[in-house]
């Protein structure tokens, strides 16, 4: 039988690594907020002809307005009409001379791609602030009722140690989503509360299903199997369930990641990518980490 446990601080050390990539990456980059938190304007045109430069346009919003923007091409799922997404994080909204003023400047500079002005969309600061704290009391509130039925459901085999090591594994998780927000430059929307709160359900069920082993087999020993052999006798019984769980789940969400990024869908590209990598941590963090620490909690106590 494989010793899952006397490996712990490969997987560990591997954690440790990822995350400290993660601190190093936040404090390069910085975090970007989407204007759905910090306010702002976004506004799009849709253009023919070749791809416009989205480099190029932020430094023209620059130069006309004095703000700061992020720009980015999307194409259409049905026809190949190209739109370009102006987006202005800040604290004020656009006002409608500050649109004009902006059009006249792109239809100036790329006359040969006939723009048309589409949508404008202006949220207050105030707005988005009240949406990112609603979000992460959503998150907050998921993860303790996740620890509470841990706790209760699990009592058999130390409830509490059960679902503080589950706490280890979520934050681990969510920790390594925020990183990839951070890493690829994606802002933190309204997707990255999504995503967050479905890693939650996927990494607290790979996690409920080991420690469900474990209660069984301890049952099924009379209490006499050592606490490692445990471990690792739960470890082998479930890894092949989570396994190809976690595969169909990743094939999936690797099916639109594909289809967004060959389509120029920005928006799916960057929910599918931080989910592909959620569902993969979780499944690594419920199958190896949190039953070691929980196994190591146990031999210290």
Not at 27 to 35: C, E, P, T
Not at 127 to 134: A, C, E, K, V
Not at 263 to 273: D, E, P, R, Y
Not at 280 to 301: D, E, N, Q, T, V
């Given at each position: 039988m494989i010793n899952f446990y006397s490996k712990r601080?490969?997987?560990?050390?591997?954690?440790?690594?990822?995350?400290?990539?993660?601190?190093?990456?936040?404090?390069?980059?910085?975090?970007?907020?989407?204007?759905?938190?910090?306010?702002?304007?976004?506004l799009t045109y849709s253009y023919t002809g070749k791809e416009i430069n989205a480099t190029e346009v932020e430094a023209l919003v620059k130069d006309t307005l004095k703000r700061d923007a992020t720009c980015q091409n999307a194409k259409g799922y049905e026809t190949d009409d190209t739109s370009l997404v102006i987006s202005l994080a800040g604290t004020k909204s656009l006002t409608t001379d500050e649109q004009d003023k902006l059009y006249d400047a792109l239809a100036k500079k790329y006359a040969d791609h006939k723009i048309e002005q589409g949508s404008t969309t202006n949220v207050e600061a105030a707005i988005g602030h009240r949406f990112l704290t609603r979000g992460l009391i959503a998150i907050g509130l998921a993860a303790i009722f996740i620890i509470l039925y841990v706790t209760l459901r699990f009592s058999v085999v130390s409830g509490f140690t059960a679902a503080l090591t589950a706490l280890i594994a979520l934050c681990h998780d969510i920790a390594l989503v925020f990183f990839v927000f951070v890493l690829f430059g994606i802002p933190i929307n309204d997707g990255f509360i999504a995503v967050v709160l479905t890693i939650l359900g996927y990494s607290v069920n790979d996690t409920l299903v080991?420690?469900?082993?474990?209660?069984?087999?301890?049952?099924?020993?009379?209490?006499?199997?050592?606490?490692?052999?445990?471990?690792?006798?739960?470890?082998?019984?479930?890894?092949?369930?989570?396994?190809?769980?976690?595969?169909?789940?990743?094939?999936?969400?690797?099916?639109?990641?594909?289809?967004?990024?060959v389509k120029g869908l920005t928006s799916i590209v960057n929910f599918a990518l931080p989910m592909l990598i959620g569902i993969i941590s979780g499944c690594y963090s419920s199958s190896f980490l949190a039953p070691c620490i929980w196994c190591s909690f146990k031999k210290s106590k």
């Amino acid at each position: 039988m494989i010793n899952f446990y006397s490996k712990r601080w490969v997987y560990f050390s591997i954690s440790i690594i990822l995350l400290l990539a993660g601190i190093i990456g936040l404090f390069v980059n910085g975090v970007k907020l989407d204007i759905t938190f910090s306010g702002g304007a976004k506004l799009t045109y849709s253009y023919t002809g070749k791809e416009i430069n989205a480099t190029e346009v932020e430094a023209l919003v620059k130069d006309t307005l004095k703000r700061d923007a992020t720009c980015q091409n999307a194409k259409g799922y049905e026809t190949d009409d190209t739109s370009l997404v102006i987006s202005l994080a800040g604290t004020k909204s656009l006002t409608t001379d500050e649109q004009d003023k902006l059009y006249d400047a792109l239809a100036k500079k790329y006359a040969d791609h006939k723009i048309e002005q589409g949508s404008t969309t202006n949220v207050e600061a105030a707005i988005g602030h009240r949406f990112l704290t609603r979000g992460l009391i959503a998150i907050g509130l998921a993860a303790i009722f996740i620890i509470l039925y841990v706790t209760l459901r699990f009592s058999v085999v130390s409830g509490f140690t059960a679902a503080l090591t589950a706490l280890i594994a979520l934050c681990h998780d969510i920790a390594l989503v925020f990183f990839v927000f951070v890493l690829f430059g994606i802002p933190i929307n309204d997707g990255f509360i999504a995503v967050v709160l479905t890693i939650l359900g996927y990494s607290v069920n790979d996690t409920l299903v080991i420690f469900d082993r474990i209660r069984e087999n301890k049952r099924l020993s009379g209490n006499k199997l050592p606490v490692v052999d445990l471990v690792n006798t739960s470890i082998k019984q479930s890894l092949t369930r989570t396994i190809n769980t976690t595969l169909m789940s990743s094939a999936a969400i690797l099916l639109v990641l594909i289809f967004g990024y060959v389509k120029g869908l920005t928006s799916i590209v960057n929910f599918a990518l931080p989910m592909l990598i959620g569902i993969i941590s979780g499944c690594y963090s419920s199958s190896f980490l949190a039953p070691c620490i929980w196994c190591s909690f146990k031999k210290s106590k």
